[in-house]
């Protein structure tokens, strides 16, 4: 199954359409990516912690390129 959407090189958010970044306002992007983690909340999430992600949403695990 291949991904779908593209990942911010900046924040690894998840977007399906659009040029800018909705978390952080990057206009770089990569289809190349790689797994998904779905933050629901961030602030007790050890997960997102441990990534950096301070956002609720669909974030990429590995980016490439």
Not at 28 to 52: C, D, H, L
Request: glycine content about 10%; overall charge positive.
């Amino acid at each position: 199954m291949a991904s779908k959407g593209k990942a911010c090189r900046q924040c690894r958010k998840v977007i399906e359409e659009g040029d800018k970044c909705p978390v952080c306002g990057s206009t770089s992007f990569t289809t190349f990516w790689r797994g998904y983690v779905v933050i629901i909340n961030p602030e007790q999430s050890s997960i997102a912690q441990k990534m950096g992600l301070t956002t609720i949403g669909k974030h990429a695990l590995r980016l490439s390129r």
